[in-house]
């Protein structure tokens, strides 16, 4: 096809937009609900996944080694350790180091500890402390932490963790089914919305076709059409969720109670995830468009 | 050259619209289709025109064997054909240049091409005024020279039209078929279904009869019979 031709196609596309623009505005519409709904519930899940992770980055397991453990002992806990799955930084605390840290937290009183240098072993247990990165498993983890050799004690807060982990878990589970709902139930309306469009110009594409077009040359404004509606769609549905989150973000910083004001550090900002929504936004639009208008068009270029 | 051989067409509700026609229209011809209501003359176009395929029989169009025209063919078969209706089928939202035009894009003519041919035809239709008007601001007669002047702008070698005089005041009617048989001087075959009689009476020539969807009547009269005009 000769370049002016291919302009030509694309001109007409654009033309139909304008000529149609009940249709146009409708299909955007339709398009920008749909991208707002499933980009704000992906934010959403995003934000939650955010929080989750940020405090159970602050979960840490520490692990008591008994009275007076070797320094064998000790290398081969750390070495346990670090190949356990599901634990991150290993930190580890010699009895001289507690006892040193203890006498330091007396002040003017540390010196009642003097001499007793040599009986920090006794007193104390070698210790580590590793954080957890799997913050769903810290039942397991624990679990098997205790089972490692002269390892005495294990301790983590769980119910905090468990209660994120089962939040982040709800969250994803429904917001997953709500994104494949909308998902699906775009692709259908729009497809409707364009088939519409097709269908009050389906003699236009019957004269078209008696005058001997091909079906691609008939096809190519349509499909013009369709992607072009889902760029307008994914820029329309950009903006308005930047802004939406700017203020909701905004809303939530104002807000009196420390409670929530202290929520907006975990908050991840828009930012950081703003070319991957509007990356997002307009992949989502232009193959909705356009495979909806291609889809659209089976069955009326038989004539 | 248009060649039916013991063609038979039947709608797929069963209704036998064609039964055995042979008709054979040379090159330079101009053929007049007549018949009743009914009789068969649109199913005819629409096998020419490979809207249909023949149920049995062989259809030959600008030596296209249309039995065998596969699917991805039928685009550059309908370029060697201009088409002209009763209800003209001009592109609404396109001005009548641009309707013209459109004959021309789909086989890809360049745009120096367009801007050369389209005015051309358009003056020798009588449209040069109307290039920028579209279609709804036109009358019957207007439109369906407009209509004839799409067909005519890729200088195809056959001509069909399926009365296309239907629509339009009579005095005008006259003028349409002048304007064919014109076209038709210069070379270009001619196949055009009327019901109206008293044309066919008055210009004359080749004049095939089909009734209840068969060939009745296929010879040539003279024409001159000027009374209802
Ligand atoms: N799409 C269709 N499906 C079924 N039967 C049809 C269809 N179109 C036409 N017919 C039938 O086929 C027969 C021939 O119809 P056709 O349209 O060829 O007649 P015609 O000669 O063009 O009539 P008219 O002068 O009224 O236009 C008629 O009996 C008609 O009812
Ligand atoms: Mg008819």
Redesign the pocket.
Same mark, same amino acid.
């Given at each position: 096809m000769r370049a002016s031709s291919f302009r030509y196609l694309v001109k007409n596309g654009v033309h139909n937009l304008w000529t149609n623009r009940m249709m146009t505005i409708a299909s955007v519409g339709t398009l920008v609900a749909c991208l707002l709904i499933v980009g704000f519930a992906v934010l959403f899940s995003i934000n939650v996944d955010s929080i989750v992770e940020y405090i159970g980055q602050q979960n840490e397991v520490v692990v008591f080694l008994e009275l007076g453990a070797s320094d064998e002992a000790v290398e081969s806990v750390r070495a346990n350790l670090s190949e356990m799955e599901g634990l991150g930084d290993i930190e580890y605390e010699s009895p001289e180091q507690a006892f040193a840290d203890y006498k330091e937290k007396l002040g003017e009183d540390g010196y009642l500890l003097d001499g007793m240098e040599d009986e920090a072993a006794e007193i104390y247990p070698p210790k580590f402390t590793a954080k957890i990165t799997e913050p769903e498993r810290v039942d397991t983890l624990v679990a098997a932490v205790k089972r490692i050799e002269y390892v005495d004690k294990a301790e983590a807060p769980t119910d905090l963790t468990k209660t994120l982990v089962s939040v982040r878990t709800m969250v994803n589970t429904i917001g997953g089914a709500v994104i494949a709902a909308l998902v699906l139930v775009s692709v259908v309306v729009i497809t409707n919305t364009i088939r519409a469009s097709v269908f009050t110009r389906r003699k236009e594409i019957s004269i078209m076709k008696y005058v001997g077009a091909t079906n691609t040359f008939i096809r190519i404004p349509f499909i013009v059409e369709g992607i072009l509606l889902g760029i307008f769609a994914a820029l329309i549905a950009f903006l308005a969720i930047w802004g939406g989150y700017a203020l909701f973000i905004g809303a939530i910083t104002m807000e009196s109670s420390t409670w929530l004001a202290s929520l907006t550090q975990y908050l991840v900002p828009f930012a950081d995830v703003r070319l991957q929504i509007l990356g997002g936004f307009l992949l989502a639009g232009i193959l909705t468009g356009g495979i909806g208008s291609a889809f659209s068009m089976r069955g009326h270029l038989k004539v | 050259m248009i060649d039916l051989m013991d063609v038979c067409f039947s709608?797929?509700?069963g209704?036998e *619209?064609l039964k055995d026609v042979n008709l054979r229209i040379d090159n330079g011809d101009f053929a007049f289709i007549v %018949? =009743?209501? %009914? *009789? %068969?003359?649109? =199913?005819?176009i629409?096998l020419l025109l490979r809207e249909t395929r023949a149920t049995s029989g062989t259809v030959i169009v600008n030596g296209y064997n249309l039995n065998r025209l596969k699917e991805r063919q039928i685009p550059k078969f309908r370029r060697s054909i201009g088409v002209v209706f009763q209800d003209f089928r001009l592109i609404p939202n396109m001005t009548v240049f641009d309707n013209v035009a459109f004959s021309l894009r789909v086989t890809d003519a360049s745009n120096k091409v367009i801007r050369q041919q389209v005015p051309y035809v358009l003056e020798l239709m009588e449209l040069q005024d109307k290039a920028r008007k579209y279609p709804y601001e036109l009358s019957g007669g207007e439109q369906q020279r407009v209509a004839l002047a799409r067909a005519l702008v890729n200088d195809p070698p056959l001509i069909i039209a399926?009365?296309p005089t239907g629509n339009i005041d009579p005095e005008f009617s006259y003028e349409i078929v002048e304007m064919l048989r014109a076209i038709n001087r210069c070379g270009t075959t001619i196949v055009m279904?009327t019901?109206e009689h008293e044309m066919v009476k008055y210009f004359g020539g080749r004049t095939i009869n089909?009734e209840d %969807?068969a060939v009745v009547f296929d010879d040539y009269i003279t024409g001159g019979s000027n009374e209802s005009k």
């Open positions: - | 709608y797929e509700n209704t *619209a %018949g =009743s209501s %009914g *009789a %068969g003359k649109s =199913s005819i629409k399926d009365e279904v019901h089909i %969807g």
